[in-house]
């Protein structure tokens, strides 16, 4: 008798066309990243780039992706952005008489005639990577990992530290904004850093948008750490232009009994990916979330949370709005995870869409995953068009369809909006909304 045995020996799979396309282009991106800086730097750098390398980029293969069409992202070849000046006239309407302290960052490099940081409050610190120190905790936080914030990570030029001290409370608000600019497809790695020591508090509001800028990809990271009692007000505004690719990480930490609440609004791009990380690291942290989602024409605008607590105590809410139409797509994706040790936390989570077409769709998984016995914890979803019982009742009330649909839709978006602190932004970003589903 004749004994076969199967050889153990792996046969690796070829790889296929696309996969070797992504390398392609990943290397593409890898070789104009910026190099040199101190030591620390290097460092963070070098190891941001051992994970993209062994990474790679992803598809709609990964489960994290496969709602997310990257395709028309890896067809389009950027080029390194450069520094490009603009003059104050070029922003004026992006400016914020509200918020007298404010960072402006153009194609990624610090714009210190567009900023306004001359004259601080007492306990903020205001700093670039001029004269950023190690000891600022960059690169520090959880979901580092992930390959477009590490490459975020190997590729940043410039990065906009702002510092609370103890027992400080700013009480104006501060104004972050990323801009991009040129005629050229470009790529941005806009960076920033908020540490908020323990009993501070300050608010927040970071904003991404262009200037006359054509096709471009903007990919950006925040992190947050919070100290014991301090409290964040954080309010990110996603408007770029329709041409552009946006994918941001916010990563945040949160202490004991300390409070961030995150105001999300997602309007511009025609793909855009933002991935909130919540981790609070000890007892009785409070978090909310709340977001807003714009998709029209064939936008497509996806969410993807992750709040994992760690301790007991805790609370939670999040309340994330998707308004959608044309042939446009959205996606939520929100985790919020309840080990063993987070007893007696208390979480709801609720995902709200309203589509305005028939052709619109919106693919939503709020998620909750509890391991702990002894916790409050609720979510739920709902998709939703337009009453024709409400549109009705205001019509009778003589408003035509087009203001009566148009009121309605104010109303849903206005529960997100109305969070943002300074009255003539929320009312520009409403009337924003309604100018595109009209």
């Not at 306990?123 to 520090?140: D, K």
């Not at 990480?249 to 609004?265: G, N």
């Amino acid at each position: 008798m004749t004994l076969h045995v199967a050889s153990t020996d792996t046969v690796e799979k070829p790889m296929s066309a696309a996969d070797q396309d992504r390398q392609a282009y990943l290397a593409n991106l890898l070789a104009q990243r910026s190099s040199g800086g101190p030591d620390w730097l290097s460092e963070v750098r070098d190891r941001a780039l051992s994970i993209v390398q062994e990474r790679g980029l992803p598809n709609n293969r990964d489960e994290d992706w496969r709602f997310t069409d990257l395709s028309g992202l890896y067809k389009t070849t950027f080029a390194a952005a450069a520094e490009a000046s603009l003059q104050p006239q070029d922003i004026e309407s992006l400016m914020l008489a509200d918020a007298p302290v404010r960072l402006v960052f153009v194609n990624g490099f610090y714009a210190s005639a567009l900023s306004t940081v001359e004259t601080l409050p007492a306990g903020l610190s205001i700093q670039t990577l001029v004269n950023a120190a190690p000891a600022a905790r960059l690169g520090q936080q959880q979901g580092m990992t992930e390959v477009f914030t590490a490459l975020n990570t190997a590729s940043f030029e410039d990065v906009a530290v702002i510092q609370v001290a103890k027992n400080q409370v700013i009480e104006a608000p501060i104004h972050l904004l990323f801009l991009t600019t040129g005629e050229s497809p470009i790529v941005t790695y806009p960076r920033g850093l908020v540490i908020a020591e323990d009993n501070s508090e300050v608010t927040l509001i970071e904003e991404y948008a262009a200037v006359g800028a054509a096709t471009y990809f903007t990919n950006a990271v925040t992190e947050v750490w919070l100290g014991q009692n301090a409290q964040l007000h954080h309010h990110r505004i996603q408007r770029e232009a329709k041409t552009a690719f946006h994918i941001g990480k916010t990563a945040v930490s949160q202490d004991r009994d300390s409070r961030y609440t995150l105001t999300s609004l997602s309007l511009g791009g025609q793909m855009s990916r933002h991935n909130p990380l919540i981790v609070p690291t000890a007892e009785q942290t409070n978090t909310i979330l709340n977001g807003l989602t714009l998709a029209v024409d064939q936008q497509v605008a996806d969410t993807h949370s992750d709040l994992s607590f760690t301790g007991p105590h805790c609370t939670a809410q999040q309340v994330h709005k998707c308004i959608v139409d044309d042939r446009a797509r959205a996606v939520f994706n929100g985790k919020i995870f309840v080990p063993k040790l987070a007893q007696q936390t208390n979480a709801s989570q609720l995902s709200r869409n309203l589509l305005l077409s028939a052709k619109a769709r919106v693919d939503t998984k709020p998620q909750l995953e509890i391991i702990a016995d002894d916790v409050k914890c609720a979510h739920g979803a709902t998709v939703s068009q337009l009453d024709d019982e409400e549109v009705f009742y205001l019509q009778s009330r003589g408003l035509d369809r087009d203001s009566a649909c148009d009121l309605l839709v104010e109303g849903f978006a206005a529960e997100i909006i109305e969070q943002l602190p300074i009255a003539e932004q929320r009312q520009t970003l409403l009337d924003a909304v309604l100018s595109q589903i009209r």
